[in-house]
T-cell receptor, first 111, second 118 residues
Framework: EDQVTQSPEALRLQEGESSSLNCSYT??????LFWYRQDPGKGPEFLFT???AGEEKEKERLKATLTKKESFLHITAPKPEDSATYLC????????????FGTGTRLKVLA | ETGVTQSPTHLIKTRGQQVTLRCSSQ?????VSWYQQALGQGPQFIFQ???????GRGNFPPRFSGLQFPNYSSELNVNALELDDSALYLC?????????????????FGEGSRLTVL
């Protein structure tokens, strides 16, 4: 069964303190791994899509990487406005068109 | 280009009642998916509609049903509400053209409808 596990559940960083969030996955036939940012009470906001092991994507202070078993979201020199929940999702070949989401990492960046 | 819009944003119902949530998909997208997100959890797939037909369903009972209209907007209906149905209901649109391709496209979400069942 397709599964996504994110760690840590919560992370507190000082402004400027770089770190990485982990997304481990098992999926039958990866058709895409997706990162989203979600602010409290809001819908998820799309960040990145990765398709193949070794692929990397960057956007401002965020960089996403992918291996055959996990993905990392690296946050370089974070700012308080980066505080949010970061969700990872995968789409496989299950045939139901569903995207499997992890429970997210709640990031708090302190000024 | 307009994004995904959902209504209502918040609503309160009592057990046993019925609710209808509405979604307008992003311009150019013909596929709509619905997800349920309980507090502190990730979104869970309910079902997907493509060209007015349900073409995928998650582990939700039949009292969760939906519709898609010719303009690609969609409704989620939940009958006989239970306390555990309290959640954020998210609508996501995507391009149906990507479904047959090896690489799946990203989902674009609305702001959600927060349902509280008392």
């Amino acid at each position: 069964e397709d599964q996504v596990t994110q760690s840590p559940e919560a992370l507190r960083l000082q402004e400027g303190e770089s770190s990485s969030l982990n997304c481990s996955y098992t999926v039958s036939g990866l058709r895409g791994l997706f990162w989203y940012r979600q602010d409290p009470g809001k819908g998820p906001e799309f960040l990145f899509t990765l398709y193949s092991a070794g692929e990397e994507k960057e956007k401002e202070r965020l960089k996403a990487t992918l291996t055959k078993k996990e993905s990392f979201l690296h946050i370089t020199a974070p700012k308080p406005e980066d505080s949010a929940t970061y969700l990872c999702a995968v789409r496989g070949n299950s045939g139901t068109y569903k995207y499997i989401f992890g429970t997210g990492t709640r990031l708090k960046v302190l000024a | 280009e307009t994004g995904v819009t959902q209504s209502p944003t918040h609503l309160i119902k009592t057990r046993g009642q019925q609710v209808t949530l509405r979604c307008s998909s992003q311009s150019g997208h013909n596929t709509v998916s619905w997800y349920q997100q309980a507090l502190g959890q990730g979104p869970q797939f309910i079902f997907q509609y493509y060209r007015e037909e349900e073409n995928g369903r998650g582990n939700f009972p039949p009292r969760f049903s939906g519709l898609q209209f010719p303009n690609y907007s969609s409704e989620l209906n939940v009958n006989a509400l239970e306390l555990d149905d309290s959640a954020l209901y998210l609508c996501a649109s995507s391009s149906g053209k990507r479904q047959g391709l090896k690489n799946a496209g990203e989902l674009f979400f609305g702001e959600g409808s927060r349902l509280t069942v008392l």
